[in-house]
């Protein structure tokens, strides 16, 4: 049986000069460690970012912890569970809230963010648009990003140069589901254009 993904240990690395990061492991939560990774980098979470709690159950992420401290120091802390990079990133997005507390859409961002965050421990569905590198369709778990002050982006941008100006025009601003449901719905004319019976051709003899 597979372990809970509450129980999923990730292990850490301090790189010199830059700070302490986690790595991921096979089929890892990508998203959720990118953040905790941007924030680290950039200074805004440290590693007793990831281990201190001091609560059984955290209201804000939903999720139970029994984790215990071992240091509160900046040095690398060689391991940390998914709700410790849970509970760090709901700490930025909330300190984004008091921070704005005034903008009405930080404030919606933010709270759909932490509605959003316990579903990153398995991942994220992104609907990319191959228009431009940040072409992303918006979602709550999208928001995640924004509530933390980090910029999305991806690398299957449609160029001209590279593609075509046909393949490209083709493809415009269109997202990736809506390219596969246009796939689809060519498959589906064809498949039903190759089944209908063929029309009788021949001439008439009149006499």
Not at 69 to 76: H, I, N, R, W
Request: net charge negative; aromatic share 4%; with cysteine.
């Amino acid at each position: 049986m597979a372990p809970n993904v509450s129980d999923t240990f990730f292990a850490t690395k301090k790189i010199p000069g830059a700070g302490t990061i986690v790595l991921q492991n096979t089929n890892g939560p990508c998203p959720l460690i990118a953040i905790v990774n941007a924030c680290a980098l950039r200074g805004t979470l440290a590693p007793r970012d990831f281990l201190h709690h001091d609560a059984a159950v955290d209201d804000s992420i939903g999720t139970t912890t029994t984790m215990t401290t071992t240091t509160g120091s900046e040095e690398d802390v060689g391991g940390v569970h998914v709700d410790g990079l849970l509970r760090a990133v709901s700490n930025v997005v909330m300190e984004r809230q008091a921070k704005d507390a005034e903008e009405a859409n930080v404030q919606r961002t933010c709270a759909d963010a932490l509605e959003a965050l316990p579903s990153t421990a398995r991942g994220m569905d992104v609907n990319v648009k191959f228009s431009t590198c940040d072409g992303f369709e918006y979602t709550s778990a999208i928001g995640i990003f924004d509530a933390c002050d980090l910029v999305l982006k991806h690398a299957w941008v449609m160029s001209a140069e590279e593609h075509g100006e046909a393949t490209r025009d083709v493809i415009g601003r269109a997202s990736y589901n809506a390219l596969v449901e246009r796939l689809i719905d060519l498959r589906t004319r064809v498949e039903e254009s190759s089944r209908a019976p063929p029309t009788a051709t021949g001439s008439v003899d009149d006499t």
